[in-house]
């Protein structure tokens, strides 16, 4: 009897613990806003203007970073005596590589395009994508991670993995292209720190380009609700 009474009692531990563990992709998703900060006071971020120093082939490369929310997003790196800046709206996206011999303004592929540009929002596709028409669904997990798709209303796809314990992003991977060839793009985040504004962002940043290419990047300042210009998101003429 008291074997049966001990079992019993594991049963019932056993199946709390997964109906415990047991989540939707919108409570994943709605704890993670809530540990960068909350909708309400993301909500009240119109920009973020970021100084960060990216590694890139072994020599230290300044990066400048501005987001102006729903807007655009330009990013301009100091690289061996050249400017390289990649640049996006919501209607497409730009960029002057000099390293690539494009000392002029280029439009991005549409490809590229699709792959970059929900860094025009403020939290990323994952604060808003319902309201974007995308949907969510929870894969389970990877490791101890929990992992996400999010299919975009054009169809692309974006995996993201997070941190049960924090829900913090710790990673995400998407289908980008580099020199005309499709790759896989992981973006990898971490020690995580909150702002004076009291919004939480990742300090270090690692990018992969499919194997072929990769970089890290060290932020060191943030300016929150910076005026910004709209104007600065535009193709030059």
Same mark, same amino acid.
């Given at each position: 009897?008291?074997?049966?009474? *001990?079992?019993?009692?594991?049963s019932?531990?056993?199946?709390?613990?997964?109906?415990?563990?047991?989540?939707?992709?919108?409570?994943?998703?709605?704890?993670? &806003?809530?540990?960068?900060?909350?909708?309400?006071?993301?909500?009240?971020?119109?920009?973020?203007?970021?100084?960060?120093?990216?590694?890139?082939?072994?020599?230290?490369?300044?990066? *400048?970073?501005?987001?102006?929310?729903?807007?655009?997003?330009k990013?301009?790196?100091?690289? @061996?005596?050249?400017?390289? &800046?990649?640049?996006?709206?919501? $209607?497409?996206?730009?960029?002057? @590589?000099?390293?690539?011999?494009?000392?002029?303004?280029?439009?991005?592929?549409?490809?590229?395009?699709?792959?970059? $540009?929900?860094?025009?929002?403020?939290?990323?596709?994952?604060?808003?994508?319902?309201?974007?028409?995308?949907?969510?669904?929870?894969?389970?997990?990877?490791?101890?991670?929990? =992992?996400? =798709?999010?299919?975009?209303?054009?169809?692309?796809?974006?995996?993201?993995?997070i941190?049960?314990?924090?829900?913090?992003l710790?990673?995400?991977?998407?289908?980008?292209?580099?020199?005309?060839?499709?790759?896989?793009?992981?973006?990898?985040?971490?020690?995580?720190? $909150?702002?004076?504004?009291?919004?939480?962002?990742?300090?270090?940043?690692?990018?992969?380009?499919?194997?072929?290419?990769?970089?890290?990047?060290?932020? @060191?300042? &943030?300016?929150? @609700? =910076?005026?910004?210009?709209?104007?600065i998101?535009?193709?030059?003429?």
């Open positions: 009897m008291k074997l049966v009474r *001990i079992s019993l009692l594991a019932v531990t056993l199946l709390s613990g997964i109906f415990s563990f047991a989540q939707t992709a919108d409570e994943v998703i709605a704890k993670h &806003i809530d540990a960068i900060g909350g909708k309400d006071k993301i909500s009240k971020i119109k920009s973020i203007y970021t100084e960060s120093t990216a590694q890139i082939m072994g020599n230290d490369a300044p990066v *400048i970073t501005t987001v102006l929310n729903g807007k655009g997003f990013s301009e790196t100091e690289f @061996n005596g050249s400017k390289i &800046i990649q640049a996006l709206n919501d $209607k497409g996206g730009w960029t002057i @590589n000099p390293m690539a011999g494009g000392t002029s303004a280029q439009a991005l592929p549409d490809e590229q395009y699709k792959a970059a $540009k929900d860094q025009i929002y403020v939290g990323g596709e994952l604060v808003n994508y319902a309201a974007s028409g995308s949907k969510a669904e929870l894969m389970g997990k990877e490791g101890d991670l929990y =992992k996400l =798709k999010i299919t975009a209303k054009d169809n692309s796809t974006t995996t993201y993995f941190d049960p314990a924090t829900y913090y710790k990673k995400l991977v998407k289908q980008g292209e580099m020199m005309g060839q499709p790759v896989e793009i992981t973006v990898s985040f971490s020690d995580y720190q $909150k702002t004076d504004f009291g919004y939480v962002m990742p300090h270090k940043i690692d990018t992969d380009m499919g194997g072929n290419f990769s970089f890290s990047a060290t932020v @060191n300042k &943030i300016e929150i @609700n =910076k005026e910004i210009d709209p104007k998101f535009e193709m030059p003429k």
